[in-house]
């Protein structure tokens, strides 16, 4: 019995099933499918002009050219945008990830009045396209004073991120036995100190999920960040690297490279939170 067919056997059985080796294939297709981007790019990344012009696309290259990255980081500026980045996520995601979780708290533990229509807005909030929204947003960002701001591009993107994170929040909370509560009412805690002893621990997978959802989606924000945020020095690293592309997109090395640049941060951010990713996301699908 092969170490190698392991996978493929059923389970107590030495006999190979083969459904499971259709599933696998059709998985390491799927898997191709999606590396083969992330190889090109990178690959790229790494040539110079001539050969990118001259090999394949996938074809290694014949030297590698590491200062395709110095190139793109200073003639892209990518020394301001990535701190302006930094700046807007940073500052966005724990304050919308506190204002959700205990968003969600009192609307799942406390006996509000209209309780059930603030979820019922929040869950409406999640069906809301932002695309839709992006000419009376700027209308009301510019009413404030708060064009070319970060505090006018941190207020959409955390009134925008806030619904599905209360609706994801609200459903985990939901399922907490409540004797956990009830038993620190009695003991004379305060509902801010439950929420901040009892329940902000036993979330801290969800909340590390949807950091990580929350954390990608606002530094890959383009079309909000577009709009508001009109002057260069303002702009975040997708915005910076669209006008990378336009200057130099036919310098192919350093435009992979500034692309390589933009995406390193986001999959450091998951590997750093990838084990509680999966925990995060199935939190609640099971009844405790």
């Known amino acids: 019995m092969s170490a190698a067919t392991a996978p493929f056997r059923q389970m107590g059985s030495d006999r190979i099933d083969p459904l499971l080796v259709v599933l696998w294939i059709v ?14 790019i990178v690959s790229t990344s790494l040539k110079s002009t001539q050969d990118v012009m001259g090999g394949g696309a996938f074809a290694p290259p014949t030297k590698v050219y590491w200062q395709n990255y110095a190139s793109a980081w200073e003639r892209g500026r990518f020394s301001t945008t990535f701190l302006n980045s930094v700046i807007v996520t940073f500052v966005k995601v724990p304050i919308g990830l506190a204002f959700s979780a205990m968003a969600a708290y009192a609307l799942s533990r406390i006996k509000l009045p209209y309780g059930k229509g603030f979820l019922a807005l ?4 999640t069906m809301l396209p932002f695309q839709v929204m ?5 209308s009301v960002v510019n009413g404030i004073g708060a064009i070319n701001t970060f505090i006018g591009l941190w207020l959409p993107y955390i009134a925008f991120g806030v619904p599905y994170q209360v609706f994801i929040l609200h459903g985990f909370f939901k399922e907490v036995p409540e004797e956990l509560s009830e038993a620190a009412i009695v003991d004379g805690a305060s509902h801010f100190t439950i929420f901040r002893q009892v329940f902000l621990p036993i979330s801290l997978p969800v909340l590390a999920a949807l950091f990580i959802l929350d954390f990608v989606a606002t530094w890959n924000e383009f079309a909000m960040a577009l709009v508001i945020l009109l002057n260069n020095r303002n702009w975040t690293l997708p915005l910076a690297l669209m006008g990378f592309q336009g200057e130099f997109g036919s310098d192919y090395g350093p435009l992979n490279a500034a692309i390589v640049t933009t995406v390193v941060p986001a999959v450091v951010v998951y590997l750093i939170f ?3 990713f999966v925990g995060g996301l199935t939190a609640g699908a099971v009844k405790g």
């Open 274 to 276: 990838q084990r509680y």
């Open 122 to 125: 929040f869950v409406f909030g």
């Open 134 to 138: 992006l000419a009376p947003l700027f």
């Open 27 to 40: 998985l390491i297709v799927l898997a191709l499918i999606w590396i083969a981007p992330a190889v090109f």
